[in-house]
């Protein structure tokens, strides 16, 4: 396996816009589902932890927060944005974490971009292998229902020294999202363009199962975003 780097160049937009909202919004689900459950000072691991908002909102209630992600330029600005928090670029499919984690979270279907079920069984047994007995993992993925009715058509941001095109499609058949990201910044008086072409992959809820079960996790259990979560 390579590496995945697709993101350096996509870092500066999401952590000016998505990873503020999706800190935001993930923080409420885990004070509810997860946090109450976890020792005071537990250690948690944020799998792909983009520019780590979220990591340090975890900080600041008192956690050991490591983050990880794939992307140096993501990670550089996850140091940034949480300074005491540890921060090592790392593939998810990959990594090797002693076994001393209450819990390992990933959010904003970061796992989608596993492309792969055998990648994806790979990154669980990653998990497994970081986590105390007794640990906890949860995280979410988008599921087929959501791409067909969410990743269609195009929305843009337009500022005085950015703009940000993005174009979204999903293939039914290989089950397989794609965003087109084109970009332009204002740097040093001259107008930049860069492309980033991000891929997704969709699971039954099924074979997604499966693969815990067949790890070892136990007690199992799916929530819908709007019914479950709000």
């Known amino acids: ?3 995945y780097t ?47 908002q979220l990591a340090q909102a975890l900080m600041q209630r008192g956690y050991l927060v490591t983050g990880i992600d794939s992307s140096e330029e993501m990670i550089r600005f996850a140091r940034m944005n949480a ?3 540890e921060f090592l670029v790392e593939d998810a499919r990959m990594f090797r974490l002693p076994a001393v984690y209450h819990a390992v979270i ?6 989608n971009h596993i492309m792969s079920e055998a990648e994806l069984a790979q990154v669980f047994r990653n ?12 995280f979410d993925l988008n599921m087929e229902e959501g791409y067909q009715v969410r990743w269609r058509g195009s929305f843009g941001i337009v500022e005085e020294d950015h703009v940000v095109v993005i174009r979204a499609s999903f293939d039914k058949e290989a089950k397989v999202g794609q965003t087109i990201v084109t970009f332009f910044r204002l740097e040093e008086g001259r107008w930049r363009r860069q492309d980033v072409v991000l891929r997704q992959r969709c699971y039954p809820e099924a074979e997604i199962r499966s693969i815990l079960d067949a790890i070892g996790f136990q007690d199992i259990q799916t929530l ?3 019914k479950g979560l709000g």
């Open 127 to 138: 998990v497994w292998a970081c986590l105390q007995p007794g640990g906890w993992f949860l």
């Open 106 to 111: 990933s959010t904003y279907d970061s796992l």
């Open 83 to 85: 300074p005491d928090a």
């Open 1 to 3: 396996m390579t590496r």
């Open 6 to 52: 697709d993101y350096d160049a996509f870092a500066w937009i999401y952590n000016r816009y998505w990873g503020p909202y999706s800190a935001q919004r993930f923080l409420s689900v885990l004070e509810r589902r997860l946090l109450p459950l976890l020792p005071p000072r537990a250690r948690i691991l944020d799998l792909c932890c983009g520019t780590g």
């Open 224 to 226: 819908d975003a709007q």
